[in-house]
């Protein structure tokens, strides 16, 4: 089969490889790709940034969630049959959806939303599940509270303004002057203009942050929250408490706590839970994403699509950071 490979880390560009279509197990689907989305874990897997949390092996197929048709079931699958039209977000050890072909277990995957086409249906696994654990299972949001989504605009958080909107909360976000009235069609309630506004200063007694940027962006974040409340981010450093969860051994999980000291010494001045979170590939929670989707409470927002030929210039577009909404590869 046809795929996007790089046989080493760092700034290295896409390579197109023929490949073996990958062997399926007996809880596996073996899906025919028809497209793929473009992710900011797309750059950090390529650069080595995950190495501290997942190790791979070279030559790597590219790419993290998808849509396509299944083509082959394992012994063991009960949830899907061949010709079944899926969407999902591979496993961290099994990534790989630049490509024609991908083994994935079915527990991994849901049905692709019937109101929604494979690119836009592969626009959503990677952005709503990382939404909906960090909404849902770290904040905890209820009805009635106030969260901030950074980088409404973005692939990220034009799906988040539009969960959260959904769990009735209320959505602050920031954004360009070119982004403004696409947060505002998702619902947004209070719109910042991060270039001239600093959010730091103008929110205050928020219940949680959902943090998609990282730095000092993360550390201004902690003085908006109030006592109690919590921040999530999927950009900031992983922590002492993340090491442990995740299994990261003894010496990682001293490295974590080693190199955010300073997330710690806020967490203490503030009151305030600091959660790094590493999505993790759900089927069932996809299933809910559909039901959001179908019933109209969800949409998906595409910039660009891209010819899979063209997958390089995919990731150059996406990685400038000036896409609104999701960037995505057209593979059949």
Do not use: C, W
């Amino acid at each position: 089969m046809k795929a996007m490979i790089i046989e080493k880390y760092g700034k290295v560009p896409l390579k197109l490889a023929d490949m073996p279509i990958p062997p399926i197990g007996e809880k596996d689907v073996l899906v025919e790709i028809v497209a793929a989305s473009i992710n900011p874990v797309d750059f950090k897997i390529r650069d080595g940034k995950v190495k501290m949390l997942t190790k791979y092996h070279m030559p790597l197929i590219m790419g993290n969630d998808f849509s396509g048709v299944v083509k082959q079931v394992g012994k063991g699958v009960k949830k899907f049959k061949v010709g079944d039209e899926l969407y999902g977000r591979a496993s961290k050890g099994r990534i790989g959806t630049f490509a024609e072909y991908i083994a994935i277990d079915e527990e991994a995957v849901a049905l692709k939303p019937k109101n929604l086409s494979f690119e836009e249906a592969a626009s959503i696994p990677l952005v709503g599940l990382t939404s909906y654990q960090a909404l849902h299972d770290v904040l905890q949001l209820s009805p009635g509270e106030k969260v901030l989504i950074q980088a409404g605009s973005g692939g990220i958080g034009t799906f988040a303004i539009q969960l959260a909107k959904a769990m009735g909360v209320y959505v602050a976000t920031t954004t360009s002057k070119a982004g403004y009235e696409l947060v505002k069609s998702l619902g947004a309630d209070q719109i910042i203009d991060y270039k001239k506004e600093p959010f730091d200063e103008m929110l205050h007694n928020y219940d949680g942050v959902y943090d998609t940027i990282g730095g000092e962006t993360l550390e201004k974040a902690f003085k908006i929250v109030k006592p109690g409340g919590q921040v999530v981010s999927i950009s900031g450093l992983p922590n002492a408490r993340f090491g442990m969860e995740y299994g990261s051994g003894f010496f990682k999980t001293n490295l974590f706590r080693l190199i955010t000291r300073h997330l710690t010494k806020l967490e203490k001045q503030y009151n305030v839970t600091y959660t790094f979170l590493f999505m993790k590939p759900s089927g069932e929670q996809l299933e809910i994403i559909t039901e959001l989707i179908e019933s109209g409470k969800i949409k998906p927002v595409i910039d660009r699509i891209y010819p899979f030929e063209e997958a390089q210039k995919a990731l150059d577009y996406s990685e400038a950071g000036r896409a609104k909404g999701k960037v995505i590869l057209k593979i059949k």
